[in-house]
């Protein structure tokens, strides 16, 4: 299920980035040249960080930055950057995060199937760990198909 919205051209790995912002920004890439988000999106994802904080790091290592639908996601749609040196985003209990998997739909039932497997994925700690490791667009690839 996930290889539908995780393949080569959504699938970046970096060695660091500079703070949390270039992470999102780098992240949204895929996303915003396939058309399925646009820039207010990941403005929206920044200013609900600035005011709630990093509310969508879900585990150590690991952020699923999103928005609302209505905040420029045109489509359904999933972006994973690995970096190899994680990166602050202001979470006391994730930080560093390693794992930026960028989430967008364009409406608040779509994309269920796309979220349980993602949790799936997410709850498997072998499987994570393995992504925690991984280093190639192709390690991730296989990890990313088994969900």
Same mark, same amino acid.
């Given at each position: 299920? @996930?290889?539908? +919205?995780?393949y080569d *051209? !959504? /699938?970046?790995?970096?060695?660091?980035?500079?703070? +949390?912002?270039?992470?999102?920004? @780098?992240?949204?890439?895929?996303?915003?040249?396939?058309?399925? /988000? !646009?820039?207010?999106?990941?403005?929206? /994802?920044?200013?609900?960080?600035?005011?709630?904080?990093?509310?969508?790091?879900?585990?150590?290592?690991?952020?699923?930055?999103?928005?609302?639908?209505?905040?420029?996601?045109?489509?359904?749609? @999933?972006? @994973?950057?690995?970096?190899?040196?994680?990166?602050?985003?202001?979470?006391?209990?994730?930080?560093?995060?390693?794992?930026?998997?960028m989430l967008?739909?364009?409406?608040?039932?779509?994309?269920?199937?796309? /979220?349980?497997?993602?949790?799936?994925?997410?709850?498997?700690?072998?499987?994570?760990?393995?992504?925690?490791? *991984?280093? !190639?667009?192709?390690?991730?690839?296989?990890?990313?198909?088994?969900?």
């Amino acid at each position: 299920m @996930l290889e539908r +919205w995780i393949y080569d *051209a !959504t /699938i970046q790995c970096r060695e660091s980035v500079e703070n +949390w912002q270039q992470a999102l920004d @780098l992240c949204a890439v895929p996303l915003l040249e396939a058309g399925v /988000i !646009t820039p207010e999106y990941v403005t929206a /994802i920044v200013r609900q960080h600035q005011q709630l904080g990093p509310y969508y790091v879900l585990a150590p290592g690991l952020a699923m930055p999103h928005a609302r639908p209505e905040d420029g996601a045109k489509g359904i749609g @999933l972006s @994973l950057l690995k970096l190899r040196d994680g990166v602050a985003f202001g979470s006391e209990e994730g930080d560093p995060v390693d794992v930026i998997i960028m989430l967008a739909a364009p409406d608040k039932h779509g994309h269920i199937d796309t /979220i349980a497997a993602l949790a799936k994925l997410f709850v498997s700690e072998n499987d994570m760990a393995e992504l925690h490791q *991984a280093t !190639t667009v192709q390690e991730i690839k296989e990890i990313i198909q088994r969900f």
